[in-house]
């Protein structure tokens, strides 16, 4: 029985909330096993962001190719009620974990690196590259790798979620 009528938040990090994030955001929600998707809330952030803009455009068209659709998104910048609503906070790059665990240490338990987070193995890079300002190709590769992250760790997720929640 689902506890408190509570949802199970994730919450993905970047530092504009318009390439990495969103493109994670809508790509696990793509992968949600349907009996739990509405049981979890899937969000994404950005630590230096204004807030109110849509996607990139290279970040939309490459999460279309997957017929993942992020044409609706809207930036917003991280805040302690973003934090505190989450289970668990994935991270783009070491620095935006670095900025997350400085503002709010009481969170630190639940902040981790997308790339390594759950991982038995080491990784040569920890962060995903930001591919703002580069072409198509960064930009699809920078999802495929989002990708390949998220479908290494869903397992887990899932995992994570049934035990929240039942």
Known sequence: MLRKNKKFQILFVCTGNACRSPMAEGFLKSMLPSD????VNVVSAGVGTLGGSGATPFAIAAAWQD????MRHRTKMVNGKLVKGSDLI???AEEHEEVLKAEYPEAKDKIFLLKTFHRHDEVKEDSIPDPIGQGMEVYKACFDEIKAEIERILPRLN???YRKIY
């Open 90 to 92: 994935l991270c783009m």
């Open 67 to 70: 017929r993942i659709d992020i």
């Open 159 to 161: 995992e994570m979620i």
């Open 36 to 39: 739990i998707k509405s049981k």
